[in-house]
Structure formats: C-alpha cells, structure tokens
C-alpha cells in the first residue's frame, strides 16, 4: 500500500507534463510507470529523481546500459525494493541481459550478501594492499 496518492490527472500541471513528455521521449514509449505517477504527489521529487535517472541511466556514460541496469537490479535486491527489482530486470532484459547472465548476477548478489554478512561477524582489519591511502 503507498504512502502518498498520485494526482488524479497529473498532466494538468504544466511541470508534471513536461517531465512525464520527457520520460516518454527519453524511453521511446507512451507508458509512465507507476513510480513517477507516484513521484507526481510532489513535483519537485518527481522533477529531480527524472532528472537524476536520465543522467545517469538514459545517458551514455563510461559504462553500458545493460550493465548499469544489472547494477541497478543488483543494488535494488540489497535494498529490497521490489519494485526496482521488477522494473530494472525488465530493462536488463531489454537491454540484452540474458537469462544465463541474469542467473550469473543472482548468484554473484548471494555470495557477496554471504560474504559481507561474514566479514562484518567477525571484522577483519582491512589489508593494506586494499587502502589506497596506505599504498599511494
């Protein structure tokens, strides 16, 4: 159950519009998710969370989009948000992640949620070699 109600017609506000009118031409598609019908109770989240994820995720950028995507799956598992998880694999999927990479990246998501939940047990120090303060 949300939190927040959507405005019953969003585009009547000129700000909304325009960010909904962006989304639909960024992504080449008439659909907005339901996160930014959302976002919309508050225009100014729903402002810069678009503005945010297009430059970051709709951009080209160092890395690809379909890796950005996986971390963002890998990210959204970690924070359990299932939402994103739903959306992000969808726009892995799209992006090309196929399923036997998709499987590679769920058992990476595990055994680093494994190895993290080991290492803050029992607190290692960490090695030099890893400080980049200790080794410059």
């Not at 971390?71 to 299932?82: E, G, K, P, Q, T």
Request: hydrophobic residues 40%; contains cysteine.
């Amino acid at each position: 159950m949300s939190t927040v109600s959507p405005p019953t017609d969003p585009e009547s506000d000129p700000r909304i519009k325009a960010v909904f009118d962006d989304i639909r031409t960024t992504r080449q598609t008439d659909t907005i998710n339901a996160l930014w019908h959302y976002l919309a109770f508050d225009t100014a989240v729903l402002e810069e969370t678009w503005r945010d994820v297009k430059g970051l995720m709709a951009t080209e950028t160092t890395l690809d989009f379909k890796t950005k995507e996986m971390l963002y799956i890998a990210v959204s598992i970690s924070n359990n948000c299932d939402y994103c998880v739903h959306s992000h694999t969808a726009a892995a999927r799209a992006r090309g992640m196929t399923d036997a990479e998709h499987g590679e990246l769920l058992r990476i998501v595990a055994l680093a949620s494994k190895t993290n939940a080991l290492a803050n047990a029992i607190k290692p120090p960490v090695d030099a070699v890893f400080d980049k303060e200790r080794t410059a």
